[in-house]
């Protein structure tokens, strides 16, 4: 156990984007009817209104007679475009909606859809897996090319992260220094990793450039926006819902994590430029808060999660080393520092808050399950078994408080999880038996049971926690990349991320009944939702590479 120094509180400025005013008295209404190129009207079908001042988007489904309104745009103009089966409509001109009043358009599905894109990881081509899921299967994949700059990567990067990392990626010379002046940073705090020379770091950017360069027009189209959509009408039973969107200024943030606030409002953790951001739930004005100045200018901000008092907690994962809490209330900071640990690099996705106050982080990078005591101002590391066993990364993920109050983790590449008594810090691993499971994220249920998400194998796992009992529920859509597993703690239902197919989904554990719901856009990029507890409606989420967060309020 280390006693960290503690930064003292700090307040800090918000930014705030425009429309920051209350949403009382500012919002207006948006109907219309949606046809087909012969005039007959449309259910089922897409309609999404975009603000490009606000950067806010929003889409709906057309009802009995092709009908659709939505009564909570913010005053403003909106480009309108409906999508439905294999046509969509051209998009509108720009419509006025002012606060108070009704506005109206019809619009005629009359222009051929691209066509569909195939179910995948964001930026990958169909059954392409990255490294980490490479690690998760055991599949050995390529080598590292051979080279003077291989022995040191064998011998000062493989301490913290597989070859695979390095050998599915591609990049300039600017961009490989990038990465290298990066981990280099990360490395520091490390008791594992070993720096750099000026030497190695020339031979090695050589090496990486030459070996691992951009090839010439490789880089992969952008696909159509919407291209995720489904190809068929919604039936009745899928068409009571809303999607609320909004579009972050950066477009590299990498917003992984997000979280929502005892008051309903939206906060994400942004992993570049290190900002935390909230959306008002209400105005949908979009804030933006600097955390305390650090030993150094990289923030790397992820992991957010609401405490039991309120209070956001997420990891500054980057050279700076801590932790930090923010109280929305009176927007204030407390930053903790880390200890030493093996990689350096102790960040990760996936933050808990114990009902006892403990904080709890899988480190994915390195090998560990980091604890903090808030009222003690003390971290406790527990080092991964399996991982230190075969002196290899057991890329810890995700994470839960099991019903016995007990601490449970995804061991990713070793299709494994682990239970962390959280009392005397004993672990105990057990596989899961899935075939290629790449276990992401879980949560835990009413029960206490625990329900993990099968990212490799499209499923959801439910775990019995006494007696280790498994169960798989696949849902509808194929290939799906099933990423988490979020329960509905007071209506006994199981949200998820289908993160390859662009939906959100909800399992009924006990019937058996999914209901899927699809995004706006493709390639989202969700891989972490929050139930908005003070609307047991509203599903928040947070794309990752597409710079956006919102919600999905269920209508019905």
Known sequence: MSKPSFAAMALVAAVSCPGAASAQGTVGTLTGVITDAAG??????????????????????????????????????????????????????????????????????????????????????????????????????????????????????????????????????????????????????????????????????AYLSTNYAAAPGSARPKPDPFSRLPRTLLPPEQRGYMVVEYELSNPRAEPHEIAVDSEGNGWVSQRVGGKLGRLDHETLAYVEYEPPAGNSAVVRLNAIRRGNSGELWMVDGGPNRRWLSFDPKYERFTAYSLPATRSGNA??????????NTVWLAAIASNQVIRLDPATQQFTIYDVPVGVKNNRNATPYGMAVGGDGNIWVVENAFDQLARIDRTTGKIDEFALGVKDPVARKLGADWDGNLWVGLHGAGELLRVDYKTLKMTEFTPPSKDAGVYLAEPDLKNHLIWTTLHQVDKLARLDPATGVWTEYPLMFAETDVRRIDLDPTNSKRVWYSGVLSSRMGYIELLQ
């Open 40 to 205: 007959s009207a449309v259910a089922g079908a897409f309609v999404q209104m975009r603000n490009a001042e606000r950067r806010l988007n929003f889409m709906v489904i057309t009802q009995e007679q092709g009908k659709y309104s939505i009564d909570r745009l913010p005053a403003g103009k909106y480009v309108v475009q409906a999508i439905g089966g294999e046509h969509q409509s051209a998009p509108s001109s720009p419509v006025e909606v002012a606060a108070g009043k009704a506005s109206s358009i019809d619009l005629s599905l009359t222009v051929e859809r691209a066509p569909a894109l195939p179910p995948a990881w964001p930026g990958r081509s169909p059954g392409e897996r990255g490294a980490e899921a490479e690690a998760a299967v055991g599949g050995a994949g390529p080598r590292l090319a051979e080279g003077e700059g291989k022995a040191i990567i064998e011998a000062k990067c493989m301490t913290c992260h597989d070859a695979q990392r390095i050998v599915r990626s591609r990049a300039n010379e600017a961009r490989w220094q990038q990465v290298l002046s990066t981990m280099t940073q990360y490395a520091e705090g490390s008791t594992l990793a070993k720096p750099l020379s000026g030497d190695e770091a020339k031979v090695l950017l």
């Open 347 to 356: 960040t990760g996705n996936t933050m808990r808050v114990h009902p006892d």
